[in-house]
Every structure is written in C-alpha cells, then in structure tokens.
C-alpha cells in the first residue's frame, strides 16, 4: 500500500507541474506588455479612480501591495498600491512585519482608495492564466507604472485595469 500512494502521488505531482510550471517563462502577449514603455505621466491611483470609466486609457504608479498575495496565483494579475494613501509596513519604524506587502496598518477604507487590479487579457478578453510575478522586475513591493484601459465592470470602489504596458522600478 505504501508503494501505490507514492506512485500516485508522484503522478499527480507530475500532473500538477506539467498543468502550470512555476517557472516557465513568458508568453509573447505578456513579454510584449512588459517590454512597453509606458505613455505619459502617472496619476496617482486615489485620484483617478473616481473619474475613470470603463475604456477611458489611463496610466498610473504605485508599489505591488495591498494584499498579502497581491499576485493572482496563476493568473497574469496583481494588486497596485497607491504610494500616497498607503504605507508598505517595512516603512514604519519598529515594524518587523514578515508580510510588509499587506500593509495590515492601513484601514479598509485606505486600501479600498489606494489600490488598484492590474491584468493583463488576450484577445479574447479574458485574464492570461500565467503568473506575472517574477517577470520583468515585478516583485512584491517593486514601483511599477502602468498604462492601460479602465476594464469594463471597473468602479470608483473597484479600479481594474487591462495593461497595455508595463514597466517595474523608476
């Protein structure tokens, strides 16, 4: 019996790895967003969240945080924090936080206000089922600037952008 649970743990795993590799590189839609330059200056996240509409091309800065997994597992999605609103924990003095992307100090209206959903779709309209973090220097607390369209279904309470181009550090 010992041996028939080991082999079939070993052909899920194999299932498992084959069905999403952790480290399998980019697909040419996201390696193509991630090599673009973003167009024009930044609006900070809190500003532009209350007058964008669905469509409007809009680019935006912040740091990956706001969530203590602020990339969706196997999806090409992340979470932008808006650097004015909110404060990694690794910023506040004396905090020793271990997940200083959560930014657990700020409230649920703050991070409501200062966050907003990247993704990036395909040409169908749906979100790559690829995981953004590690590629092109996107890691949980970089500074990252992105352009793109305010998606469809977007709110004042819930900004979700489709990135047309994005690009990690300063």
Same mark, same amino acid.
């Given at each position: @019996? ?10 899920e795993? =194999? ?5 999403a ?9 996201? =390696? ?5 330059? $973003?167009a024009?200056?930044?609006?900070p996240?809190? =500003?532009?969240?209350?007058?964008a509409?669905p ?8 740091? !990956? ?5 602020p990339? %969706?597992e196997?999806r090409?999605?992340? !979470?932008l924090g808006?650097?004015? !609103? ?5 910023? !506040? $003095? ?5 997940? @200083? ?8 209206e703050?991070?409501k ?18 995981s953004?973090?590690g590629?092109?220097g ?8 992105v352009t793109?369209? %305010?998606?469809?279904?977007s =709110?004042?309470?819930?900004l979700v %952008?489709?990135?047309?181009?994005i690009k990690?550090g300063?």
């Open positions: @019996p010992a041996v028939c649970i080991l082999a079939s743990s070993k052909k795993e =194999t299932a498992a790895k084959a069905e590799p952790a480290s399998a590189a980019p697909s040419a839609e996201v =390696t193509k967003i991630l090599a673009s330059a $973003p024009g200056s930044a609006t996240i809190h =500003t532009i969240r209350t007058t509409k469509g409007d091309e809009i680019t935006i800065s912040g740091k !990956i945080m706001g969530s203590s997994k990339f %969706v196997g090409a999605a992340f !979470i808006d650097k004015e !609103i909110l404060t990694a924990c690794n910023e !506040i $003095p004396g905090d020793n936080c271990d997940t @200083p992307w959560d930014v657990c100090c700020e409230s649920a703050e991070k206000q200062g966050t907003a959903t990247i993704q990036i779709v395909g040409a169908d309209g749906r979100v790559l089922k690829e953004l973090e590629n092109g996107l890691e949980k607390l970089a500074e990252v600037t793109g369209k %305010v998606a469809e279904g =709110t004042a309470d819930a %952008v489709n990135a047309t181009a990690a300063k």
